[in-house]
């Protein structure tokens, strides 16, 4: 596999994982999310999800089986923001590794070409999917209000290098890159 085809996602939605519908998911005929947790439900410096991502889950979860997987290490965070969401979840994951996504795709019983992994990051969650063959969709970093005018350096870096190395990442609009 290519770098560019590494780095493509399959579907790049604008603003943040609230905009994945639920007719999102049934278009592209998804049965399951793989959910990354930091700045994609979470800002980072938050412990628990917001009541509009609890409404987010509680929709989707009648379309798709949901499992969050993080590089984060702290139990007690990850932890508490799977509780608030009632979310099965993995820690530690160390994306672009695939273990712990095979674990999150056992655990629903899936195929990985019927899994969306979603993310904010195209060095992790990105090749992460695309490397099992998932349906990789980026979206744009949730961010806390204290830290909404600052850029997202390492994120800015990741879509640079991506489009030299031949990825069309367009983030301000929708998408979608059939395999």
Known sequence: MTWNNLLQPDLILEGSVLNLTPDIIQQYGLKGLVLDVDDTLVPITVSAASSEMQEWVKEVRGYASLWLVSNNLSESRIGS?????????????????????????????????????????????????????????????????????RSHPIRNFEVWVSEILGASIIPKHTKINKR
């Open 81 to 149: 923001i799977a509780r608030s969401l009632d979310l099965p979840y993995y820690l530690g994951a160390a994306k672009p590794s695939r273990r712990k996504l095979r674990a999150a795709l056992q655990g629903m019983n899936l195929p990985a070409h019927q899994v969306g992994m979603v993310g904010d990051r195209l060095f992790t969650d990105v090749i992460a999917g695309n490397r099992l063959g998932m349906f990789s969709i980026l979206v744009e970093p949730i961010v806390h209000a204290d830290t909404a005018l």
